[in-house]
């Protein structure tokens, strides 16, 4: 478990305009971050508890990670892939073939509050105008595409056919027309569900394609932590469009093949998915096999945590003595 404290952030809430305290706010959501990814390359272990009496059912079930896309543990890569490809068959979406459709937003250098509520607020009208002539149903998957020296933020939707194809190229170019200058919509046809959702899955889990690369990169090769932060705090990269929501207890369990005991050896209550919950053990003391290793590359960030990613190819990951001097003013403990 890693714990960050920031006990200074409170005190200047109070004393430093809100500007100043976003920015702090920003510096400490950066840490966190990079703490999780140090913690995940590192490994731990995975418990079983009852949510009713706290108690530990099962130990040491599965090695967790730490689900942030900006990874690049190869673990925790693939397990990203599986928990998103498992979600998106959660969903009452069972159609052979389904509609595969981009909406795209003008290239940004950068990611302001401002471009968040001004794409909210354009899907919400696209939405709109999809129901006053024909309703749609699918889901929707978040991506950043890298062009040059922009971002590409766009929408991939798979929808559920229509009744009217028609209407529905109609209904698209009316829109597309309507909203010219402030978002692009591409219809690309009609895709196999399953192909679609593979696609889908990889760019949930932080696999996106890169035009000047001609290969999938990661996150953590288009853009700083700060950058990453500033496009994915507190946003969902999955949503649904008029289409019922599954239970997601049971998501990562089905991820890690884990099944329960009928009941809690301990409380002798009855126990589903909704009852239990994975929780953090130790970390794990064998070192990572030779594929694993901690790998980084050189990434633009600032000053101060350039010696956490500059050039440790190949190097063992920091002790605690380590991150304290790294992470200056940040208290960082490692459990």
Not at 28 to 52: M, P, Q, Y
Not at 67 to 80: A, K, S
Not at 102 to 114: D, H, N, R, V
Not at 183 to 208: C, D, H, Q, V, W
Request: proline residues 4%; aromatic residues 10%.
């Amino acid at each position: 478990m890693v714990e960050v404290i920031c006990p200074k952030i409170e005190k200047i809430e109070e004393q430093k305009p809100d500007i100043i305290r976003e920015r702090l706010m920003r510096e400490f959501r950066v840490k966190t971050l990079l703490s999780h990814i140090i913690e995940c390359k590192k490994g731990f272990w995975l418990n079983i508890a009852c949510k009713k009496c706290e108690n530990i059912i099962e130990e040491k079930v599965a090695q967790g990670t730490c689900n942030i896309r900006y990874c690049d543990c190869e673990r925790c890569v693939e397990r990203r892939r599986e928990k998103a490809w498992h979600r998106l068959k959660d969903f009452e979406v069972y159609s052979k073939r389904l509609i595969h459709l981009e909406i795209g937003f003008p290239l940004q250098k950068k990611e302001t509050k401002e471009d968040k509520q001004r794409r909210d607020k354009t899907l919400k009208q696209i939405k709109k105008e999809f129901k006053k002539i024909i309703e749609i149903h699918g889901l929707m998957v978040l991506d950043i595409r890298e062009r040059k020296e922009f971002y590409f933020v766009h929408y991939h939707l798979a929808l559920l056919p229509v009744k009217g194809y028609r209407l529905f190229m109609q209904t698209i170019r009316k829109i597309q027309e309507k909203f010219k200058g402030k978002a692009t919509i591409r219809n690309e046809g009609y895709k196999p569900r399953e192909s679609l959702f593979s696609y889908f899955s990889r760019i949930m889990a932080g696999l996106i394609s890169s035009e000047d690369r001609h290969h999938s990169v990661l996150y953590k090769e288009i853009m700083t932590p700060e950058e990453y932060i500033d496009f994915f705090y507190r946003r969902r990269v999955l949503r649904a469009v008029c289409v019922s929501k599954p239970e997601r207890s049971e998501v990562m369990f089905k991820c890690l093949g884990l099944t329960l005991p009928a009941k809690c050896p301990f409380c002798n209550a009855e126990l589903t998915f909704d009852d239990v919950k994975l929780v953090k053990d130790k970390e794990i003391e064998e070192p990572p096999p030779p594929e694993q290793k901690h790998h980084y590359h050189s990434i633009e960030i600032v000053s101060n945590w350039r010696n956490l990613f500059g050039s440790w190819e190949g190097a063992e990951p920091p002790c605690e003595q380590n991150l304290q001097k790294i992470y200056g003013e940040v208290n960082i403990n490692l459990m």
